[in-house]
């Protein structure tokens, strides 16, 4: 079946702007997980999703991050006023349920570069 | 907080030698473990996990041990491969949330050479 599928797979956009990062899930999968992975860095947890909430945004470095899920499947990670920092690897992960044993399903990620 | 240490890369062997990634993590509780691997031009993959002390896992060749008292979760392949090139990564998520949040270390590169 299909895996996670995220768009676009690079996105480059100049300092100050907003974009916008689409994820879609496995079918039937009701935790999704953003995280953020830096250049020769493991991926840093975002937020967390079960359905349509999101039960953990511990991880949003401000509040230029928002993402949602309306419809507790598709979600979109939103930057405004994007800045150089921001550059990075942007990881969706989809899991039946949230915990183990079930396993996160990676998405190849979308590559954002700010300029 | 909860962090994870791996062994810096990269690491470069010959075919067929024997490999070791030492991970060591900081957890309360009793979190699950795991190792992910990064294929060039692929997205990240479950390699094995381990979700309580003293578990063994194991897939592909590779294996690690979930050792409790040396908070360490090191992987090991007894005969590397070119295909095993690659950047592992290692992860824990903590045993007190249910949230299922993955904590990763910053990756180890592994070269293979024929």
């Known amino acids: 079946g299909a895996g996670v599928s995220q768009t676009p797979s690079n996105k480059v956009t100049e300092k100050g702007k907003y974009v916008e990062l689409r994820c879609d899930p496995i079918s039937g999968h009701t935790a999704l997980y953003w995280y953020r992975q830096s250049l020769g860095q493991g991926p840093e947890f975002l937020i967390y999703?079960?359905?349509?909430?999101?039960?953990?945004d511990s991880g949003l470095p401000n509040d230029r991050f928002f993402a949602v899920r309306p419809e507790g499947s598709v979600s979109t990670l939103k930057i405004q006023r994007t800045e150089r920092g921001d550059s990075a690897v942007y990881l969706c992960?989809?899991?039946?349920?949230?915990?183990?044993?079930?396993?996160?399903?990676f998405g190849p990620g979308t590559r954002l570069t700010v300029l | 907080g909860n962090s994870v240490t791996q062994m810096e890369g990269p690491v470069t062997l010959s075919e067929e030698a024997f490999l070791t990634i030492n991970c060591t993590y900081t957890a309360t509780g009793y979190p699950s473990l795991f190792w992910y691997v990064q294929y060039p031009g692929e997205g990240l993959q479950l390699l094995l996990k381990a979700t309580k002390a003293d578990d063994k896992g194991s897939n592909k060749g590779f294996e690690a041990t979930y050792r409790k008292e040396t908070t360490s979760f090191h992987l090991e392949k007894g005969s590397v491969q070119v295909s095993d090139s690659a950047v592992y990564f290692c992860?824990?998520?903590?045993?007190?949330?249910?949230?299922?949040?993955?904590?990763f270390g910053q990756g180890t590169t592994l070269q293979v050479k024929p």
């Open positions: 999703f079960q359905g349509t909430g999101a039960a953990d």
């Open positions: 992860a824990l998520s903590e045993g007190s949330s249910n949230t299922g949040k993955l904590i």
């Open positions: 992960a989809s899991s039946l349920s949230a915990g183990p044993p079930n396993e996160q399903f």
